[in-house]
């Protein structure tokens, strides 16, 4: 549909300066523009009406314009079109630019229907021998302003198509996740247009019609209860105007959710049975195994009784692990034991799921069994472990009384057997030192002062420990 | 070698260096078809700026908004409505919209398509007599309804492409630049069907 504009009065609303940031404005050019557009025989809102408007609806962006204000407009300023404008370029540094946007708007519909863009360097400009150049982004903006009005329209077409639903102010549909019975609330707020408010009630699947209660100052809400089937449900406003007019406008959807997040845990240490064996800090990655959103969590140890130790909880995502480092709340390191590591997770829902996975903090050394016997000539140390907990690291290093070292010998398993030959002793004392160290870090170490004595009593002493048959009055 | 031979050889040479100058078009992804119903009225929704040049984002935005309010074929929801609804929403201009938020922008709005895009370069680069700016875009047409991305579309351009002779015709501002990315994406939109309404 083609139609012919009649209207002539134009608000010009200041222009955005975006080279000084999203809050710049340009009023010298907005002045300018008023100037250009009263030569062209359109009467222009007063600049001082058009901030009085603007401080009066609290409008503070100045490159946009939403209906309702547009509408307003038309009603208090008298204005049948509205020019926004936006400075996007203004570069004094050589070869300096400008480039400009601007909009027109018709406020008996507060469509667009005319806009512009003009972008122009001083590079675009240059004469012969320097004459009528501009010098400045200020000789270039009459420039800039006289190309782009040159395209104003003198009849605007008018595209048919629905008006934007601008009515509303405001709205707040909660909660978006709610479990099934559960109570749901929507409040809006309207925009006062006209004299009387809308009958308004809203659609909502599975549900039905819902009235919304209008509080007398254009506010609405209404509430309802959620269905028992989870899934998502769309809300939608109906609006009945006195003159009869009915709108329909989408709100939102809120999803019914009953079933809790699957959350594991998964630690990094040793596992021992049916626990994971740390010393000094565990690691423990949070998965969701069915990601969905979460708005809440919570970290507990707890000891064999159930008694929280220590605990953190956050809101939003789960961090990507979790560290404990053997302490309570208070700092103090844990006895040695098994604990257990609570994961409390709630989706938006508030569904709540958990896992438990069982730690066990290990710092005793590792139980080592050392024997030597002799065979001969011969001596052979016998090495093992009698700790739960496997060994990384041994090794046994034997020295002869003037320090020569007699032999060495390391390994990765238990248990093991070294040699040592006794006439390397030449009638001296051998010293032996044995290490060992457990995968979780902890170490034991000892020293036999004369492996050869302890060799010899071994073999000689084969019955010590044997319960004494006869009673000895002297011991 | 004979005159005969080296005709082919200059024309060769030629066809291979106008091929060279020619300019790059628009790349276009047809990612689901359009909706048969027509579509009238559209939502561009504010760009994401992943330049370093301020503000390139609504730079581009305004120009690519005001373009396709020249084609004549858009009726083109105000920026006004859309930030109104941002608002309201609590979405913020540089976060990208869930599925859910186009479905709300698009009924509110009235809109049939929604428009997203980005500025992944913008940028001036000093010349002899003059600045060589530089522009790539991506730009999608959502279905208002669904919320999905039906097309898909990346340009990108710089102001010495439409150089004609020596200096002229060189393109010398990042706002004309702007102005013709717009144009030849608009162009290629509606050379491939998205045509808006019938007047």
């Known amino acids: 549909m083609a139609g012919t504009l009649y209207a002539t009065t134009v608000a010009v609303f200041p222009i955005e300066d975006l080279s000084h940031g999203v809050n710049g ?3 010298n050019f907005t002045r300018l523009l008023s100037k250009e557009l009263k030569s062209m025989g359109l009467e222009v809102v007063p600049e001082k009406e058009m901030m009085n408007f603007m401080v009066r609806h609290r409008i503070r962006r100045v490159g946009s314009l939403s209906t309702y204000y547009v509408l307003r407009m038309r009603e208090q300023l008298g204005a049948d079109l509205v020019l926004l404008g936006s400075i996007c370029q203004k570069e004094e540094k050589a070869p300096g630019a400008l480039g400009l946007t601007l909009y027109l708007l018709r406020t008996d519909d507060a469509r667009v229907v005319w806009s512009g863009v003009e972008g122009l360097s001083r590079a675009d400009m240059l004469r012969l021998l320097g004459i009528d150049q501009p010098h400045s982004t200020a000789e270039l903006l009459p420039i800039v302003a006289q190309d782009i ?36 609330e929507c409040r809006l707020k309207l925009r006062p247009i006209g004299r009387k408010a809308p009958d308004l009630y809203l659609n909502i699947k599975g549900i039905g019609t819902v009235p919304m209660y209008n509080d007398g100052h254009w506010g609405y809400t209404a509430d309802w209860f959620a269905p028992v089937k989870d899934g998502k449900y769309p809300v939608e406003a109906v ?21 809790p997040p699957a959350v594991t845990l998964r630690l990094s240490g040793v596992r021992l049975g049916d626990s994971v064996a740390f010393r000094d800090r565990i690691f423990a990655v949070p998965k969701l ?78 139980s080592m069994i050392l024997q030597v016997k002799r065979q001969g000539s011969n001596m052979f140390v016998d090495l093992g472990n009698k700790g739960e907990v496997p060994i990384s690291f041994w090794c046994v290093e034997v020295r002869s009384e003037d320090g020569r070292v007699v032999k060495t010998s390391e390994g990765e398993k238990l248990p093991a057997r070294i040699g040592v030959n006794v006439a390397e002793a030449k009638n001296k004392k051998l010293e032996c030192v044995v290490m060992l160290k457990d995968i979780l870090g902890n170490s034991a170490r000892r020293e036999i002062k004369d492996l050869v004595r302890m060799a010899n009593k071994s073999s000689t002493g084969g019955n010590r420990g044997k319960k004494q048959e006869t009673w000895e009055s002297e011991f | 070698m004979s005159i005969r031979c080296i005709f082919p050889v200059i024309g060769a040479i030629i066809l291979v260096f106008l091929y060279s100058c020619s300019p790059r078009g628009a790349t276009l992804q047809v990612l689901s078809p359009l909706p048969k119903q027509e579509i009238c009225r559209v939502a561009v929704l504010p760009f994401t700026n992943e330049s370093q040049y301020p503000l390139g984002g609504l730079i581009f ?79 999608n047409i959502l279905d208002a309804h669904t919320g999905k991305i039906l097309w898909s579309t990346y340009h990108h351009r710089e102001g010495a492409d439409y150089r004609k002779v020596m200096h002229f015709g060189m393109v010398n501002t990042v706002t004309s630049l702007a102005q013709h990315v717009s144009q030849e994406i608009l162009t290629l939109w509606f050379d491939k069907g998205f045509k808006g309404c019938e007047k």
Request: proline content about 6%; overall charge positive; hydrophobic content about 35%.
């Open chain 2, 61 to 139: 935005y305004r120009v690519f908004m005001a373009e396709m309010i020249r084609t004549g074929h858009f009726d083109v929801a105000q920026e006004g409505d859309i930030r109104d609804i941002y608002d309201q929403i609590k979405l913020l201009p540089g976060q990208q919209p869930s599925i859910e938020q186009i479905r709300l922008l698009g009924s509110r709005l009235g809109a049939q398509a929604i428009i997203t895009g980005s500025v992944i370069t913008m940028g001036e680069q000093r010349q002899f007599l003059g600045m060589n700016p530089s522009l790539a875009v991506h730009v």
């Open chain 1, 239 to 259: 609006f009945h105007w006195s003159s009869g007019r009915t709108e329909k406008t989408y709100l939102g959807l809120y999803c019914v959710d009953s079933v």
């Open chain 1, 25 to 27: 404005v340009d009023f």
């Open chain 1, 149 to 184: 009005f040159a395209s104003w329209p003198d009849q605007m077409e008018q595209v048919l198509g629905r008006i934007p639903f601008f009515p509303i102010q405001s709205v707040s549909l909660r909660p978006l996740y709610v479990k099934p019975g559960h109570k749901l």
């Open chain 1, 289 to 366: 195994i069915h990601p969905e959103p979460i708005s809440r969590w919570e970290i507990s140890i707890e000891d064999e009784k159930g008694k929280s130790l220590i605990s953190e909880h956050g809101t939003g995502n789960l961090p990507s692990r979790f560290v404990w480092k053997g302490q309570t709340g208070g700092g103090s390191s844990v006895n040695q034991g098994v604990y257990r590591m609570v994961l409390r997770v709630w989706d938006k829902a508030d569904n709540m799921a958990k896992s438990i996975q069982k730690v066990a903090v290990r710092r005793t050394p590792p």
